[in-house]
């Protein structure tokens, strides 16, 4: 396998207890050796994990690597979203990760002052310029909530010409649903990188409850072999290690710009499915 060049980034989610503040430390360190471009850290919609994030993303920064916090705006005051974009950006923050949100129960869309991402990208540009690099979402397999596939391919033309810099894709196991994606992008105007989300396998059970409420969906021929190995963990890991790393030379080789691992906080299986490409 040829040496890689393109970049990687790696996305983890905030830790409640110091013992998870220090294992994040140390898968961070083990991350580090792939030269991310940068490390990103998920945020709870209304604000449920904010001192999580702003602890993952202040160790980031002292650890010398680029950082991207998750911004949802669901549930927020305009001025709130202002007031945390201000702060990250004294932290020396250049990039934001710019989401609607998963709606918490219980939380109606009317509670905050934007309800969709793309307004939310309208702010940034309004308020900070181009200090920040956003990455948008893109869900090639469409996103849950949508009214149609036409449908959800023009709100992200929407978002991604409200100032988006890339998008990062919700994670998928089929390469012609990205690539398609791409194209219908491509056909309608938008040219930002679109750089796929990738998700390591450790366990069926979890990969397909996470899914169901997601939209990725896990094809056929995938769900039935990684049942067919019951609770046997180690033959899961080895078999979705060959499938996804294969997914990802594809990608690579057909033209996506860099990987976006959802790293789930763990090194293990990210650091293998690299090294395998080359990294
Ligand atoms: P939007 O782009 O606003 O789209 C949401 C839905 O509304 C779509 O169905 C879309 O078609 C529709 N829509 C969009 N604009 C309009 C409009 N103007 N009018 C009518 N309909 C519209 N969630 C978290 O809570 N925290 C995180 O940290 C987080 N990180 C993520 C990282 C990545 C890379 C991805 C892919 C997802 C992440 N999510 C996170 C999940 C994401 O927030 C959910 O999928 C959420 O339901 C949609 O967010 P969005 O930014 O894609 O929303």
């Known amino acids: 396998m040829a040496k890689q060049s393109k970049k990687l980034s790696f996305e983890f989610f905030p830790t409640r207890t110091p ?22 850290c998920t945020s709870g919609a209304g604000g449920s994990t904010r001192d999580g994030t702003m602890q993952a993303i202040t160790d980031i920064l ?37 989401l609607r949100g998963d709606i918490p129960s219980g939380m109606g869309m009317g509670s905050g002052s934007l309800h969709y991402a793309n307004e939310l990208v309208e702010l940034i540009k309004t308020e900070f310029g181009s200090h920040f690099h956003i990455e948008i979402a ?21 978002k991604a010409k409200a100032g988006a810099d890339s998008a990062i894709t919700q994670y998928f196991f089929n390469a012609d649903a990205y690539f398609r994606f791409v194209d219908d992008v491509h056909a309608r105007g938008i040219n930002i990188p679109i750089i796929p989300g990738i998700m390591p396998v450790a366990s069926f059970s979890k990969l397909a409850r996470f899914s169901d409420t ?20 180690t033959a899961i890991k080895a078999f979705a290690l060959d499938v996804v790393t294969e997914m990802c030379e594809r990608l690579l080789r057909e033209g996506a710009p860099s990987l976006h691992f959802y790293t789930l906080n763990q090194a293990g299986l990210v650091s293998t499915i690299c090294q395998r490409l080359g990294y």
């Not at 869900?139 to 709100?155: G, I, K, V």
């Not at 997601?214 to 963990?233: M, N, T, V």
């Open 138 to 158: 893109a869900y090639p397999e469409f996103h849950p909530q949508a009214r149609s596939a036409e449908d959800d391919l023009n709100n992200f033309v929407r």
């Open 214 to 233: 997601c939209g990725a969906e896990i094809p056929r021929w995938l769900r039935l072999k990684l049942q067919s190995y019951a609770d046997d963990s």
């Open 62 to 98: 002292s650890e010398g690597t680029a950082a991207a916090p998750h911004l949802p705006c669901i549930g927020m005051q305009r001025q709130e979203i202002v007031d945390l974009l201000e702060e990250y950006k004294s932290m020396g923050v250049r990039h934001i990760v710019a």
């Open 19 to 40: 013992e998870g503040r220090a294992k994040q430390v140390v898968t961070r360190k083990q991350l580090r050796q792939f030269d991310p471009e940068f490390f990103s």
